[in-house]
Every structure is written in C-alpha cells, then in structure tokens.
C-alpha cells in the first residue's frame, strides 16, 4: 500500500503564497505522474497541477503563471509552489500518484492524499 502524506496548507492573505508538499511511502518501484487537485465547498474536484516521471508539466488554465509544480524523486515527493494566491484559490488540495508497486507483479497503484485545506482571505 503507498500512503499519501500532504503538508502546507494553511490561512494566507489575496496575493499571498503557499508552498505544499505530498510525499509518499510504502512499497514502491517507481511513481509515474504526481499531480494536484482541489475541491472547493460545493463544487467538484478539479485538476490543478501535474508533472510526469520525465518532468513534464501541465497546468490548469486558472493558475497558469501563479503556480509551479515540482518532483524531487528521490525523495517520492511532489511541491506545488501557489504565488499571488486569490479567494477563489480557496480549497482542499489534493495530491494523486500513479506508479508501480515494488511486488512480484509490479502491481499499479493510484492513491489520493487526505487533502490540505488552504484558505485565501480577501
């Protein structure tokens, strides 16, 4: 089983930063994509941030240019660096791996984080 642990979320004032962090552990080969999504009060989750093995990156459209996801694979850890943050960026932030399991199959696994709650006050 490959936990999900979030960090970093917190109160900041609009225009404000946060830098999340979500790092894994348990029995892994390798992890393929490591991405960001978010859920805001009565509103599905969406999709934020996501960098592949090779570091590719993509972007929600709405946080293109405020924010940056980054991997440090050594570490089984992805960053999400959130610049001139805005009311609307208010949310529970979810970090998702995909990868293969280090077992006799090289099993896949796809795991959630708990969610890190961040509130931007106007």
């Known amino acids: 089983q490959v936990q999900l642990v979030e960090s970093g979320g917190g109160l900041v004032q609009a225009g404000g930063s946060l830098r999340l962090s979500c790092a894994a552990s348990g029995s892994i080969f390798s992890i393929n994509n490591m991405g960001w999504y978010r859920q805001a009060p009565g509103k599905q989750r969406e999709f934020v941030a996501a960098?592949?093995?090779?570091?590719?990156?993509n972007y929600a459209d709405s946080v293109k240019g405020r924010f940056t996801i980054s991997r440090d694979n050594a570490k089984n850890t992805v960053y999400l660096q959130m610049n001139s943050l805005k009311p609307e960026d208010t949310a529970v932030y979810y970090c998702?791996?995909?990868?293969?399991?280090?077992?006799?199959?090289?099993?896949?696994?796809?795991?959630w984080g708990q969610g890190t709650q961040v509130t931007v006050s106007s």
């Open positions: 998702k791996f995909d990868g293969l399991y280090r077992d006799t199959y090289l099993s896949s696994f796809n795991s």
């Open positions: 960098v592949t093995s090779g570091g590719s990156t």
